[in-house]
């Protein structure tokens, strides 16, 4: 069974930080690309950045571009966002996924998802 979880969400005042983790199971990891999504009240969903199986970046949102990084491990089975000057429009549920094919940001493109994490960024 395959499963992504997301951890490392909270409640942060604008210009901090915090870093979510990704954690898979059931699925050869290393082969897989893992995007980052979010979703904020009554908007669509949106991507955020993405990793290749090497490691490198796939891409970021313009609007977090210089501030969130992504990186995996994958002895370990984890992918990293690392959000910093965080924003208040950052506010959101951010949510991992995992595909098999192909690099790219389009959600739909993606197979396996985690149940997603809470982003609150207060001004």
């Known amino acids: 069974q395959v499963r992504l979880v997301e951890s490392g969400g909270g409640l942060v005042q604008a210009g901090g930080s915090l870093r979510l983790s990704c954690a898979a199971s059931?699925?050869?990891?290393?082969?897989?690309?893992v995007g980052w999504f979010r979703q904020a009240p009554g908007k669509e969903r949106e991507f955020v950045a993405a990793v290749n199986r090497d490691g490198s970046s796939i891409g970021y949102a313009d609007s977090v571009k210089g501030r969130f990084t992504v990186s995996r491990d994958n002895p370990e089975n984890v992918v990293y966002l690392q959000m910093n000057s965080l924003k208040p429009e950052d506010t959101a549920v951010y949510s991992c996924?995992?595909?098999?094919?192909?690099?790219?940001?389009?959600?739909?493109?993606?197979?396996?998802w985690g149940q997603g994490t809470q982003v609150t960024v207060s001004s």
């Open positions: 059931g699925l050869s990891f290393s082969y897989y690309v």
């Open positions: 996924a995992a595909n098999l094919l192909t690099a790219n940001k389009n959600p739909h493109d993606y197979t396996y």
